[in-house]
Structures are given as C-alpha cells and as structure tokens.
C-alpha cells in the first residue's frame, strides 16, 4: 500500500509538471480563415499535407477528427531515410521533425482549413523548437510543402496572421519542401485514440481535442478507428 500510495503521488506530481508545461499562447483574437486557398474541386479526389507541430501523438488526434481527412499516418520529415527511427530521431541529431501526414478530399476540406485548424488548436506556433514539456528540433513547428501551391497557402497565411498579431509573439512555423516522409513504428500509429488513460495524452492532447469539437464543431467528426 505504501508503495501504491507513492506511486499515486509520483503520478499527480507528473500529471502537474505536464500541464505547467504544455500551456499554448492563447491568440490575441480568433484566428480568421486563410484569405488565400485552394479552390474546392468539383469533385472527389486525394491530396496529401505533412504537418510537423510537437509530438505527433496529439497532433494526429487532431487531424484524424476532422470531415474531408480520410487517413492520417505519424512519422518523420527533413531528415535522411537511415536515421527515420524513433531511438534516433529522440537524439534530436538527424534533422527529422516528427510528423503527420494528411490524407484528405479537397472536395469536402481544403488547405487553407487544415492550416487553421493546425495553427488554432493543434500546437501553438510561437514556441520554437518545441511544444509544451517537448523540447528539441524534432517538436519543431514546420509545415512540409508538396507543391508550389501548397507553399504559397502556407506563407501567405503567416503572413496574414503575422499583420493581424493574432498571437502574442511571431509565428516561428517553418514552410519548407518535403523531400519525404518516413512512417514511423506501428505502436506510434494511432496512439493518443489507443491510450487516451495515458497521462501526457490527458494533459497534451486531451484538450486539443476538446478544443477542435468547440471551436470547429462542423469539421469535427467523433473519430474511433480507421477512417
């Protein structure tokens, strides 16, 4: 009993720590909708986005909640195929930053709203080479390009929220081309839905949940497996 009974206070003072640290910079105003998208195509299709914002357990929990989003895989961009491992990313020496890639229907959600959601509730954009108790260039904000016209969405709605100070500080999200993504190891995949008892899931990503069904309540879909 005595040893349970520590193990209960080890647990809430960790359950404190996390949540001293994984405080967002709340936006001075709403964040607005991208002034620049992409037209919503006439029809069904698939594109891809690869978005880079802290750990990618909370991140995926996001994206895989939303209508339009058909498959959302976590894994690492910007670095080389032979350091794509999760012992060797953590050494925060192989340039990867851990990552999500996006598959979605650009005929029922485009760029420009994945974007917001990835700057309102998914990390917050002003924390530089982290996210909360995260530290390192592999939490790194970075959004992953895979044509010019992705990149010309993405730099123009930094800019915008920039000159409209929608954040206390500047945005340090990065917009850089994507070379690849490597999948990262199947108990990654899908883990804040598969662990949501978990205490950095409940403190990190819980909320970000909660916050994408209150702030984007017709995008958000009560996601509970495979899509």
Known sequence: MPFRLFDSFLLVGFMVFLLALSGKAAPNSPIPAAKVDAPVAGSAGKETAVFAGGCFWGTQAVFERLKGVT?????????????????QVITEKTGHAESVEVVYDPARITYGQLLRIFFSVAHDPTQLNRQGPDVGTSYRSAIFYSNDEQKRIATA????????????????????????????????????????????????????IDALKAQFPDLFVDYKGSH
């Open 71 to 87: 498959q959302t895989t976590v894994g690492y961009s910007g670095g080389s195929a032979d350091t794509a491992t999760y012992r």
């Open 157 to 208: 709605y930094i800019a915008q929220l920039n000159a409209a100070k929608v954040f206390p500080g500047p945005i340090v999200t990065e917009v850089t081309p994507l070379k690849a993504f490597y999948r990262a190891e199947d108990y990654h995949q899908d883990f804040a839905l598969k662990n949501p008892g978990n205490a950095y899931i409940q403190i990190c990503d819980l909320p970000k």
